[in-house]
């Protein structure tokens, strides 16, 4: 039976698309989107953030938009996609800490234009979303749909409920900050459809085209509401819900859970405690964890690791570490949280940013286990350490793990006195 659940996990591994540097994008790291068969992803390499597709199969990305970032100015990008549309929502910080709003949008494969407000006074695009070819604008207090047809500017009752307002078809939701519930209804006509009332403030909606909500409250309660139906509170806590198609995609302390058209909830995608966001449609989940981009169907089961391709198959954890006093070999406790089978790698220990202090120490750890691992230290590496300690009676040693060469691990430093 071991056998079998080993070999459906291994078919089951999340296909790997690219590498996500946190150091690439200034701030707020790399944006991405689901587009039918392709995921796009953002990178910004010194002044250039460039837009490129890749396909969820895996293989080279292809470069499909670029902008040119001022000097000294910080770009904060947010993507948004369907298979008919794509939009890029670009802050840019001046040096002076003010923030320009830019927005681009067209069909995946190009090209792409830019959008502007309405009103030109308005150019505080706050959040620009994809629904199929429609594009929705949140310009200050108001949501804009743009369409085949034109613009069309939805009416919110109380301009402060925008802040959480969505579409999806032919239906908006938002939520009323005094009544503690949530309206759907139907943009074109107005007709309302639903509105449930929670014990708690609605600070996050995802709605679906049917009308099926998913709703966050107070510290992370997650309710599930079905067309006609009464909300449902979900066991846990759970927040950031995605509609994804019959399903119900959200984050759950360090991973991602599925909830399933029949009630039941089920972990999805890698185990993980580098778990950064995700997105999903109604057929595939798409999620940054580990410092890669993953992607795997929305009905796969959970994995224990990643296939292969660009990134690092195994995910390392080094839990807190007790102070050590210095002597030769000094002691790393590892934890191997994901992988194909086993993290196998190598560990080198640094004092804070300066050279490599101790000899590279290989390890294989099985999934789901932790180690204590001895690590050598050089002779110079152990002066460099004695040092530090006469001068600050203590210093900070890090331990770097490295798996397939690429880094694999996080966590804090060991004081050694």
């Not at 010194?46 to 910080?74: C, D, I, K, S």
């Not at 993507?79 to 840019?92: E, I, T």
């Not at 804009?144 to 009752?157: E, S």
């Not at 509609?243 to 185990?271: C, H, M, N, W």
């Amino acid at each position: 039976m071991l056998t079998t659940l080993a070999l459906v996990s291994a078919l089951a591994m999340p296909t790997p698309l690219t590498t996500l540097d946190p150091g690439d994008a200034l701030v707020g790291g790399d944006a991405y989107a689901l587009s039918g068969d392709s995921a796009f992803f953002t990178r910004t390499r010194g002044r250039e953030l460039g837009v490129y597709a890749v396909p969820l199969t895996g293989g080279t990305p292809r470069r499909v938009f670029a902008y040119r970032v001022p000097p000294r100015h910080t770009p904060m990008p947010e993507l948004s996609a369907s298979a008919q549309r794509v939009a890029l929502h670009l802050l840019v910080e001046t040096p002076d800490g003010e923030l320009d709003s830019h927005l681009f949008s067209g069909p995946p494969t190009g090209p792409w234009t830019r959008v502007a407000p309405l009103d030109a006074r308005a150019a505080d695009l706050r959040t620009a979303t994809v629904d199929g070819d429609r594009l929705i604008v949140h310009e200050q207090d108001r949501l804009v749909v743009h369409d085949a047809a034109g613009a069309h500017v939805l009416p919110i009752p109380d301009q402060g409920d925008a802040q959480t307002a969505t579409v999806a078809g032919d239906l908006m939701s938002y939520a009323e900050e005094d009544a503690k519930r949530v309206v759907i209804r139907n943009w074109r006509t107005g007709a309302v459809v639903a509105t449930p009332s929670f014990p708690g403030f609605p600070d996050w909606v995802a709605l679906g085209p049917d009308g099926r909500a998913a709703v966050v409250t107070g510290p992370e309660s997650l309710y599930d509401l079905l067309p006609g139906g009464a909300p449902r509170r979900i066991a846990g806590t759970g927040y950031r819900p995605v509609i994804a198609g019959a399903r119900v995609v959200y984050r759950q302390s360090y991973g991602l859970k599925v909830l399933e058209p029949d009630g039941t909830v089920r972990p999805f995608g890698v185990p993980t405690r580098r778990l950064e966001s995700f997105t999903a449609d109604e057929r595939h989940v798409l999620w940054s964890a580990n410092g890669c981009l993953l992607v795997a169907p929305v009905e796969s089961p959970l994995a224990i690791g990643a296939g292969p391709g660009p990134c690092a198959r195994a995910e390392l954890e080094l839990p807190e570490q007790p102070s050590q006093r210095l002597a030769s070999t000094l002691r790393v406790t590892v934890r191997c949280v994901s992988g194909p089978g086993a993290c196998a790698g190598t560990l080198r220990l640094t004092a804070g940013n300066r050279p490599v202090v101790s000899r590279a120490r290989r390890f294989s750890i099985p999934v789901g286990e932790q180690r204590r691992v001895r690590v050598r230290l050089t002779r110079a590496g152990k002066r460099i350490l004695a040092q530090a300690i006469r001068r600050d009676r203590g210093v900070i040693v890090y331990a770097r793990t490295t798996v397939d060469g690429h880094a694999a691990s996080a966590g804090g430093g060991i004081v050694v006195r």
